[in-house]
């Protein structure tokens, strides 16, 4: 296992992997054909596509505070669910990849969740008997308010994502901070909000210097998700989606904002330039890679 890291005098970054899993390609990629977005990334016997659990650590110089961004699938699916989503944390686990930058949950003082999609959020918690429990003793757990809303009370589609195991520790919790669009983590790291994958996701984004990095969760969940019109059918509000990609990605490109990728199995950061009317993946980079 290898994993990258990154040292200014403000903050410490480090990539945590909570290993792999894979989902169906086909809902990946929304209405995009599949002789296109399989020339991209390549689907196994089931259709599904190889996806990254990649989670940042960001630890603070100037207050101390070591935020986590997500935490992955978790340990929590029985077999059966294992193996319909291909989770494999044979190379890359979430207290390993603590471990082997010299942390543990314990160290972790914050977790921003994007969201609270299985997939972001089941390392929070792990069964103890029947119950789960949230395994970070620590750490204040930052929702948006809009998200929270909607993962509490969410529609008959999107309902599948939101597990009882993985919501309800969070809502008994003295430590659930729900925010606003515009919280200030800390000078330095604020978040990016957007709403066409799900309401209220909330895209952790850090300013160090002329560095800017943005975690770029299910907003651009792979490399090939960069081009405008390639938007999953997992999102629950396509339309915004093309806009804030469409607004966001002139962006990325002029300032530059490296892009950190929680599910690309290849690529950690990549930066995007404009090709034709479409934009693409420019480099791709490692967190050591980060001017
Ligand atoms: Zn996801």
Not at 192 to 201: A, C, D, F, K, P
Request: charged share 25%.
């Amino acid at each position: 296992m290898e994993l990258s890291s990154k040292h200014y005098d403000s903050f410490s970054l480090y990539t945590i992997d909570a290993g792999r899993f894979k989902l169906d390609g086909g809902a990946m990629f929304g209405v995009v054909p599949k002789t296109l977005w399989s020339k991209q990334i390549p689907a196994d016997d089931k259709n599904r596509i190889f996806m990254a659990l990649r989670c940042l650590l960001i630890q603070s110089h100037a207050t101390g505070r070591n935020y986590l961004i997500d935490t992955g699938i978790g340990n929590k699916f029985d077999e059966k669910m294992s193996r319909i989503y291909g989770v494999d944390t044979s190379e890359y686990d979430l207290d390993d990849s603590l471990a082997y930058h010299g942390f543990s949950r314990d160290d972790i003082t914050d977790i921003i969740f994007t969201h609270l999609h299985f997939d972001h959020c089941g390392g929070t918690t792990d069964w103890q008997g029947e119950e789960s429990v949230i395994c970070f003793p620590n750490a204040d757990l930052w929702v948006t308010k809009t998200h929270w809303e909607t993962a509490t009370k969410p529609n008959a589609r999107e309902k599948a994502s939101f597990l009882k195991e993985n919501i309800e520790p969070l809502a008994n919790s003295d430590k659930l901070r729900l925010i606003d669009e515009g919280h200030e983590f800390e000078p330095g790291l604020t978040h990016r909000i957007v709403n066409g994958h799900t309401l209220g996701q909330q895209l952790p984004y850090l300013t160090i210097g002329n560095t800017h990095l943005m975690f770029s969760g299910d907003l651009f969940p792979t490399f090939a998700h960069i081009p405008v019109p390639w938007v999953m059918g997992y999102d629950m509000r396509p339309i915004y989606t093309l806009e804030e990609k469409a607004q966001i990605l002139p962006e990325c490109e002029s300032t530059p904002i490296h892009l950190f990728m929680e599910h690309d199995a290849q690529q950690e950061v990549i930066t995007v330039r404009k090709e034709g009317k479409n934009f693409t993946m420019d480099k791709g980079l490692t967190l050591k890679d980060l001017p």
